[in-house]
């Protein structure tokens, strides 16, 4: 490219740059072959600039920027804008950045009056003649005088030097494009939600002072390191004001814009409103939460970028964060996107789903008049999110409003809930404890008319056993058989009442040796509880234990054992017998074993039953020196004499 370019020249060579641009791949050979015929010198000098833009998307840079390496190369004009050049009482520092609609350079204001920092914006000085360039210049001066906000960088003074060139000074801002701000943090969603409201508030002032940005983007919003926004570049921003000089400052087919974030209507070149900034503002806010772009992007040409954006719904910001990795992502993966939010892609997913996605697909409608109505509306919808509360996006359904009440209101409805939990709990265990009283007071009265008829029977039946003065020679055994076959006669009509007094009858014989008349008796209870099993289960086990211990009297070793096993194994496997019962059927078990010369399990089955009566709380010698006699007669049994005298001694003892 030739080294000796004046601004005229620098002028027709970006006008035929951007008019290729806007056309396609095929076109814009076409086009650069008829500039070739007609002007060879400017056909080279617009491919050269055209190649040198492509090592940069052309979405994010207004064309002339494709020439901020070349720039260096201009008329003196620009070469003196160089560090400790003066522009009115501000000295060049260094160069902060390029545009096309200036350049802008870190700048001192260092006189008697006071020193401080500015960034200082020169109009370039190849449009110094062209009067709608330095109007628009003027005209970005004069929006920024007008807007006195805390979030938008503010004017500080402004000048034209002795060329004509026209300069503006602005409050000098230190900080990172936003979402670099929030990545480089890991802000949350809620935090990053936080600072976005700033970035509406202050747009939304920019609304009243009726001034449209147009050109909002991260590049454009700093945060500083105290975390403060400063919205910037209000270069190409549009007056709300309808003045025919107004108007003239965009003229038909001029579109300064960044595709990626500009509007349907800005692309197609319609009449702009504030709308256009709240669709803008949707796209920033869907890259703040997502780390994506709002569209699935074959790839970043301008013209495939603006077809897309007129033509393609976007995706949910829940859809577009679990996205595989695509051209124009902002982050390489799911998971360094939902890490740079402090999530995961399923959680972060489910944290955007909902309220988020009506947001951001409002705010992005192709139809402006469906979109939210201004940058103000999009803050209170963002705010009211935040709070809990339901958002306008959102179908108003019940369902919708309970759930945001429940997140809303989550301590109060868990203790609501929980009292609620707590009265039901103690209606069931008032309506439990009734039922239970109910069946206790029936127990109680059963119980007590068995008692009662157990009473009169035994009453009735030792008034006709008991020998009058005359009869002399009765002896107990004869009692006995007489109250046996009464209760055989007439018996109970409970049969639990009835087996209990055959175990007692038995247990009386026993001891008296009249072991045939007990055997009959014991077997006769062991038939009636088996028919009232299994409530009867651990009674059956007690008529078992003495059915073993008769048989065992009788040398009937073998069906002692059976009887004394039976009874061992329903005791243990049932609840709740006791250790004492489960010691009493081993010390009858480990009998009947050294009947039948099994010492090793009498052995084993003794040492269990001393273990069970030693550990047992209360008074236990009786059973203790039982247990203690079983395991020596044992031992005497397998000749181990010396261990079976010391715990006869232990049983004596």
Known sequence: MTAALQ?????????????????????????????????????????????????????????????????????????????????????????????????????????????????????????????????????????????????????????????????????????????????????????????????????????????????????????????????????IAKLLRGSVADLELTIPGERILTPLYASPEQIRGEPISTASDVYSLGVLLNVLITGQYPYRLANLEQHDVARVVLEQEPLRPSAGVVAAERPGSRDATAERAAAARRSTPAKLQRRLAGDLDAVVLKALDKDPSRRYASAEQLETELSRHLAGLPVSARPETRAYHARKFVRRHRAGVAIAAAVAVLVLTFGIVATFQSSQIRAQARRIAVERDRAMEANRFLTKLFRTAVPGRFDRGVTSRDILDSATARIEREGLSDPEQRANLMVEMARTYHPLNIHDQARKIAERSVTLRRTMQPQSSLNLAESLDLLGSILLAQNQVGPAESAYREALSLRRGLRPASDRDVARSLVGLASALRAHRQLAEAESLSREALALDERRRGDTRADVAESTTGLARVLLDKGEHRQAVRHFRNALA
Not at 8 to 33: C, K, N, Y
Not at 106 to 115: C, H, N, T, V
Request: glycine content about 6%; charged content about 30%.
């Open 7 to 235: 601004p005229p020249d620098w002028r027709r060579i970006f006008d035929a740059a951007d008019r290729a641009l806007e056309l396609d791949a095929g076109e814009r050979l076409a086009f650069l072959t008829r500039c070739a015929t007609d002007d060879p010198a400017l056909a080279e000098n617009v491919r050269a600039l055209l190649e040198s833009g492509e090592s940069a998307s052309p979405l994010d840079h207004p064309a002339a920027e494709f020439a901020a390496p070349m720039l260096r190369e201009l008329v003196p004009a620009v070469t003196a804008a160089v560090p400790d050049t003066w522009f009115g009482p501000y000295r060049i520092i260094r160069e902060l950045g390029r545009g096309g609609m200036g350049a802008v350079y870190l700048a001192e204001r260092s006189d008697d009056q006071y020193q401080k920092q500015v960034a200082l914006k020169i109009l370039p000085a190849w449009s110094a003649g062209d009067e709608r360039k330095v109007q628009r210049f003027l005209e970005e001066r004069q929006i920024l005088a007008a807007l006195d906000h805390p979030d938008i960088a503010g004017l500080l003074d402004g000048g034209i030097t002795t060329e004509g060139v026209p300069w503006f000074a602005m409050e000098f801002v230190e900080g990172l494009h936003i979402d670099r701000y929030c990545d480089e943090r890991s802000m949350s969603i809620e935090e990053r939600l936080n600072l976005f409201c700033r970035v509406c508030g202050a747009v939304q002032y920019a609304h009243r002072n009726l001034v449209v940005h147009r050109d909002l983007k991260p590049a454009n919003i700093l945060v500083t390191a105290e975390g403060r926004v400063r919205l910037l570049d209000f270069g």
